[in-house]
């Protein structure tokens, strides 16, 4: 069973598109990252999230924590070739503060020019 | 500013040998974490050390695998026996403790792949 849930995990659009990423538990986190991995490279931090109900913003990507923390969405607008790659949703346990982060399944997102 | 460092980037062996990789955290980072991703899925979560001790180990870590991090400063992961199951990317992370929100930062990863 996976603790964290993420979808879909694969997406393919076309340049111009905008697109949403979920990521869900039942679990509570204390902080929920996401991260862009590129074939054979480590994942890449892109935002952490902390409280409840938060929303950020980076260019034209926007992420959002749920207001009881137990998930998170990523928003691209207007998507460019060059958002193409794998993102992954990791979050630390609230009792586990400090220890491993859980990763959701991913996903590969394909930007069509 | 060097982020986190990892050797061999690219591994093959054959089943039965032994490999060990290295890991250099974040100079100021005192936390380090190893990851496992097989294609197609998220990094799970093997073991982490704080300092030099290894403060949780994962079920998925069976006794072929053994990680030290002997001064507190880089950190090896050893797997003997190989399988071609463990063939997979090691990812090595590191955060600063005390930091509120548990951030990691990834280095590139080994690529293992077992003949």
């Known amino acids: 069973t996976q603790l964290l849930e993420q979808s879909p995990q694969f997406l393919s659009i076309q340049e111009g598109e905008n697109l949403t990423v979920y990521c869900n538990s039942s679990?509570?986190?204390?902080?929920l990252q996401w991260y862009r991995q590129e074939p054979g490279e480590g994942p890449v931090l892109l935002v952490t999230v902390v409280t409840g109900g938060e929303v950020k913003k980076l260019k034209r990507l926007t992420f959002q924590f749920g207001d009881a923390r137990k998930d998170s969405s990523l928003h691209i607008t207007a998507a460019q070739t060059g958002d193409t790659g794998l993102y992954l949703c990791?979050?630390?346990?609230?009792?586990?503060?400090?220890?491993?982060?859980?990763f959701g399944q991913g996903t590969e997102l394909s930007v069509k020019p | 500013d060097t982020g986190v460092s990892q050797d061999p980037r690219h591994k093959i062996t054959k089943r039965g040998q032994n490999v060990t990789f290295r890991c250099d955290p974040i100079s100021e980072h005192n936390r380090l974490y190893w990851y496992r991703q097989t294609l197609g899925q998220g990094p799970e979560f093997l073991t982490y050390?704080?300092?030099?001790?290894?403060?949780?180990k994962s079920r998925l870590l069976s006794d072929r695998f053994s990680a030290e991090r002997p001064k507190g400063s880089f950190s090896t992961l050893e797997i003997q026996r190989t399988e071609q199951g463990d063939s997979a990317m090691y990812l090595c992370a590191s955060s600063l403790a005390g930091g509120p929100y548990n951030i990691q930062y990834f280095g590139a990863g080994t690529r293992l792949s077992v003949l």
């Open positions: 050390f704080q300092n030099e001790a290894q403060l949780e």
């Open positions: 679990s509570v986190f204390s902080s």
């Open positions: 990791a979050g630390g346990l609230v009792y586990n503060q400090g220890g491993k982060l859980i």
